[in-house]
């Protein structure tokens, strides 16, 4: 009997809470949770890439999202890509953010925490009958320090060698051709950063011999810390039309931080496509003329215009005597 009674019991209660009204319960993953730089100087800009993640049930809905930075007095160093407040739409599982951290010019060497809260709700109701928007929450913290050791430091990500044309002879001289080797280049130090140099030794794919080396000193664009971006490394050589091996090392002061091989392809001169000058180019060029040639007739306009007179009379002198 009692184990009768207590069974009803259970059911009973089953059945209640299938009569209830369901809330879902919504949330979502911070994946870093947090923006973390020990090095940072000042004027220096930080980036962190954050996804947020959630599963198919809770992408059905949008989601309004709103960051509330808990900083103590640095708030104005960091900035979101996609603002303070923004919707991730249906649909979206991971959803990226970039927090943005601009260190000031003046800012006090130390060792900074914090937090940026992330609070939302679904931006609809589940039910329209008894359902409700459900708050959701999470928290990136943020563990900064600004400091004055500058750190020079840099990850090569990529190579790319391109084709060139040979050496030709224009109306002004002799021009060489251009190796150029492209760098995918990661500053992860403190302070802007480019190659102390790169080395390139081009060989002879059939002999194996040592044709030319030729080197590039720090003339090469340098990159903002933190940032990744493609530069060139640019030599001159009068290599003519073949295939070549060119085996390259790229340092930073007197360590080699990334060397290998590539194909070097040198085409007759004239074999790639050009490009057509912008036309921004075009009217520079044509202001230029403008300029060169209007400076000296504005100066000169008194003389010029006398000049005009007297080729003028001249001419009218030797029609007449051509008449007569």
Do not use: C
């Amino acid at each position: 009997m009692i184990i009768r009674k207590s069974a009803k019991i259970v059911i009973l209660l089953l059945i209640l809470i299938g009569l209830a009204p369901v809330q879902t319960r919504a949330g979502f993953g911070i994946s870093p949770p947090y923006v973390r730089n020990e090095s940072l100087s000042r004027g220096s800009t930080y980036e962190e890439k954050i996804y947020i993640v959630r599963n198919e049930a809770e992408s059905e809905e949008d989601w309004k999202m709103i960051i509330t930075p808990d900083l103590e007095g640095i708030e104005d160093w960091f900035s979101v890509d996609q603002g303070m407040e923004f919707v991730i739409p249906a649909g979206e599982e991971k959803f990226t953010i970039i927090v943005k951290v601009d260190v000031p010019k003046k800012a006090k060497y130390d060792h900074y925490t914090g937090a940026l809260r992330i609070k939302g709700a679904v931006d609809k109701p589940f039910d329209q009958e008894g359902g409700i928007s459900l708050a959701i929450g999470g928290r990136i913290d943020v563990d900064i320090t600004v400091s004055d050791v500058q750190i020079v430091d840099f990850k090569v990500r990529g190579i790319k060698m391109y084709d060139m044309e040979t050496a030709h002879d224009a109306w002004w001289g002799h021009v060489q051709g251009v190796i150029k080797l492209g760098i995918t280049l990661e500053n992860i130090g403190n302070v802007k950063v480019s190659p102390s140099k790169v080395e390139l030794d081009i060989y002879d794919y059939t002999t194996g011999e040592l044709l030319e080396q030729v080197v590039n000193y720090n003339k090469i664009a340098k990159v903002d810390s933190f940032n990744q971006e493609d530069i060139m490394s640019k030599f001159k050589t009068d290599l003519p039309a073949g295939s070549y091996r060119a085996e390259f090392r790229i340092y930073n002061g007197e360590e080699v931080v990334r060397s290998g091989d590539s194909t070097l392809s040198v085409l007759p001169y004239g074999t790639l496509p050009r490009k057509s000058m912008p036309v921004w180019a075009w009217v520079l060029i044509v202001l230029g003329i403008i300029i060169i040639l209007g400076v000296p007739i504005f100066i000169f306009r008194k003389k010029l215009l006398e000049l005009v007179k007297k080729i003028l009379e001249s001419i009218k002198k030797l029609i007449r005597k051509i008449k007569k």
